[in-house]
T-cell receptor
Framework: DVKVTQSSRYLVKRTGEKVFLECVQDMDHENMFWYRQDPGLGLRLIYFSYDVKMKEKGDIPEGYSVSREKKERFSLILESASTNQTSMYLC??????????FGSGTRLTVV | QQQVKQSPQSLIVQKGGISIINCAYENTAFDYFPWYQQFPGKGPALLIAIRPDVSEKKEGRFTISFNKSAKQFSLHIMDSQPGDSATYFCAASRGSTLGRLYFGRGTQLTVWP
């Protein structure tokens, strides 16, 4: 069964910490995405990547960076976590834009 | 600027009824319109999708109706069941954008038994 795996289901971090969210897919997909999900705001795109070492900003990239050193792994980095980054983070992958596969999400709380 | 607008934000339907969720878009270059279903604690999962060369697509109790001239599409859930209670997202994309989907803000559907 193909899947997208996010390393943590729940995380609690302190303000100012550097936070790493990891995502791994086993489908050999080229394109990977990071979204955050907030009530009433839906899914907002943070960053995406269409190839190893390539990245593109989404709609809300401020305060985030990403890393894609290997095709199967896409990491989201919060350089200095703030309370307004408390959210559900979802990773997704696709081979061509049709039919995303999402991970189960990481619920991050910044205190 | 929101590329895809979805309504209603929440919907309560009685078991056996029809659930209808609507979406509208502006970018005429969009050529793929999927719907995603999300249960609590899970990521969204692809439910059904349509391309603009057809006006309707049906899979079981789920139907997408597509109106190209009005730039609108909708999800109909026939004979709604309590197990359909979830959050539904519409989305749109165009083939040249490296797979990027533009999502609506979601509709929380509750089906009462």
């Amino acid at each position: 069964d193909v899947k997208v795996t996010q390393s943590s289901r729940y995380l609690v971090k302190r303000t100012g910490e550097k936070v790493f969210l990891e995502c791994v897919q086993d489908m050999d997909h080229e394109n990977m995405f990071w979204y955050r999900q907030d009530p009433g705001l839906g899914l907002r795109l943070i960053y995406f990547s269409y190839d190893v070492k390539m990245k593109e900003k989404g709609d809300i990239p401020e305060g985030y960076s990403v890393s894609r050193e290997k095709k199967e792994r896409f990491s989201l980095i919060l350089e200095s976590a703030s309370t307004n980054q408390t959210s559900m983070y979802l990773c997704a992958s696709t081979s061509g834009g049709y039919g995303y596969t999402f991970g189960s999400g990481t619920r991050l709380t910044v205190v | 600027q929101q590329q895809v607008k979805q309504s209603p934000q929440s919907l309560i339907v009685q078991k056996g009824g029809i659930s209808i969720i609507n979406c509208a878009y502006e970018n005429t270059a969009f050529d793929y319109f999927p719907w995603y279903q999300q249960f609590p604690g899970k990521g969204p999962a692809l439910l059904i999708a349509i391309r603009p060369d057809v006006s309707e697509k049906k899979e079981g109790r789920f139907t997408i109706s597509f109106n190209k001239s009005a730039k609108q599409f909708s999800l109909h859930i026939m004979d709604s069941q309590p197990g359909d209670s979830a959050t539904y997202f519409c989305a749109a994309s165009r083939g040249s954008t490296l797979g990027r989907l533009y999502f609506g803000r979601g509709t929380q559907l509750t089906v009462w038994p």
